[in-house]
C-alpha cells in the first residue's frame, strides 16, 4: 500500500511556511497511515501531525499534513455523530445567535457552512432567521435533516461560487475552522457572500483554554483532522487579514448533559460504568449543565465598504 503524501503547511496569518517551533511531534509514522486507512470513516483517536507554533504571531498548526484532496474525502464519507446532544447544542449555538441582535437589526439570510444534520438550521428558523442556506459534505448527514431544512442544504465542500455574493446577513461556522485547510480562502469567499455590515459567528476549540493547556499533547484537540488550532487572539487577526472587523471574543459556554460530561471525563471504564448506572437509575443523566468546555465565540462583521 503506499503511503499518504504529506505537505509542508504555511501559517494562515503570515503566509510563511518556515518560523515556526514544534510544540508536539507527529505520533504516527506516515507510511502507517496508507490511503485506505486514512479515508476509512474516522483515523484512530488520538493520533496527530506534528503542530507547530508560528514565532510570528502564535498562530498553531499541523505540519506537515496529507493532501487536500484526501482530506475532502475524509469528510464526504464521514459518520454524524452528534446524536442524543443535538437538543444541547441547539440551545448553545442558538444562545450565541441571540448575542448577533445587538449589532444587527432584525433576522436576515442565514447561510451555516457545515451544518451537519441541519439542527442549527432548524434552531435558526425557529428564532426567526429566513431564508436559510446549509453547506454541508456528508450526505449521511444530510439525509438525516429534518424537512423543514433538508431542502436548504447543499451537500459537498464549501467552495466560491456557490451562492450570490452578498446575499447573507449572517455566516456561520460552528466547529469549522480547525478543520479547514485554507481558512482565508474560506473567509475571503464568506466576505464576498455577505452584505455590508454582515455578520460572521464562529465557535471553535481554544488552544489557550486551561483544559487544553492542561492536558497538553493529550487533549482531545491535537486531533489529526485539526489543521490549525486558534485563539481568540489568532482567530481575530485572521478575520482581520480577511477583511472583518473582530467586534467580541471570548470563552463560549456549552450546554450538555451530565451523560455526556461524564463519558468525556478521564475515569477508568469500571468507575464510569458505575457512575453511568447511578445516573440513569436516577434520572440525572439527562440534566444540563452550562460549562466552558475549551471552546470560544468569535463574533467579526464585514466592511461597510466590501
Ligand atoms: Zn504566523
Known amino acids: 500500500m503506499p503511503g499518504v503524501e504529506l505537505a509542508a503547511t504555511r501559517c494562515a496569518i503570515c503566509e510563511a511556511k518556515g518560523g515556526a517551533t514544534t510544540v508536539y511531534e507527529a505520533n504516527f509514522r506516515p507510511e502507517d497511515l496508507d490511503a485506505a486507512r486514512f479515508s476509512a470513516r474516522r483515523p484512530p483517536d488520538g493520533i496527530h501531525y506534528r503542530i507547530v507554533r508560528c514565532d510570528t504571531c502564535g ?46 437589526s432584525g433576522q436576515g439570510a ?21 431564508p436559510l442556506a446549509g453547506v454541508e459534505p456528508s450526505r449521511r448527514a444530510v439525509e438525516a435533516a429534518a424537512e423543514s431544512v433538508r431542502e ?19 455566516v456561520c461556522l460552528f466547529q469549522v475552522m480547525d478543520h479547514l485547510a485554507d481558512p482565508v480562502a474560506v473567509l475571503d469567499e464568506v466576505g464576498a457572500l455577505l452584505r455590508p455590515g454582515g455578520l460572521l459567528l464562529t465557535i471553535q476549540h481554544n ?10 499533547e493529550r487533549s482531545p484537540i491535537v486531533d489529526i483532522e485539526h489543521t490549525y ?8 487577526r485572521l478575520c482581520e487579514k480577511a ?64
Not at 493532501?67 to 475532502?72: H, M, N, P, R, T
Not at 442565514?110 to 429566513?130: M, P, R
Not at 436548504?152 to 449572517?170: A, C, H, M
Request: glycine share 10%; hydrophobic share 45%.
Open 59 to 104: 498562530l498553531l498548526r499541523s505540519d506537515p499534513i496529507a493532501e487536500v484532496a484526501g482530506l475532502d474525502a475524509l469528510y464526504t464519507e464521514s459518520e454524524f455523530t452528534y446524536g442524543a446532544e443535538t437538543a444541547n447544542l441547539k440551545r448553545t449555538y442558538g444562545r450565541y445567535l441571540r448575542a448577533l441582535e445587538q449589532y444587527q
Open 152 to 170: 436548504n442544504i447543499k451537500v459537498g465542500v464549501f467552495q466560491q461560487g456557490l451562492f450570490e455574493p452578498r446575499s447573507f446577513d449572517v
Open 243 to 306: 477583511g472583518f472587523a473582530a467586534l467580541n471574543a471570548g470563552a463560549s459556554w456549552n450546554r450538555y448533559s451530565l451523560r455526556y460530561l461524564f463519558r468525556l471525563a478521564p475515569f477508568t471504564a469500571s468507575l464510569k460504568r458505575g457512575v453511568s448506572g447511578l445516573l440513569h437509575a436516577t434520572g440525572m443523566e439527562k440534566l444540563p449543565l452550562w460549562v466552558p468546555l475549551g471552546n470560544f465565540f468569535l463574533i467579526a462583521q464585514k466592511g461597510s465598504q466590501g
Open 110 to 130: 442565514l447561510l451555516e457552512i457545515g451544518c451537519g444534520n441541519g439542527f442549527f438550521l432548524e434552531q435558526a428558523l425557529a428564532q426567526g432567521y429566513s
Open 229 to 236: 488550532l486558534y485563539a481568540p487572539a489568532t482567530l481575530s
Open 207 to 216: 488552544a489557550d483554554a486551561v483544559s487544553a493547556r492542561l492536558l497538553g
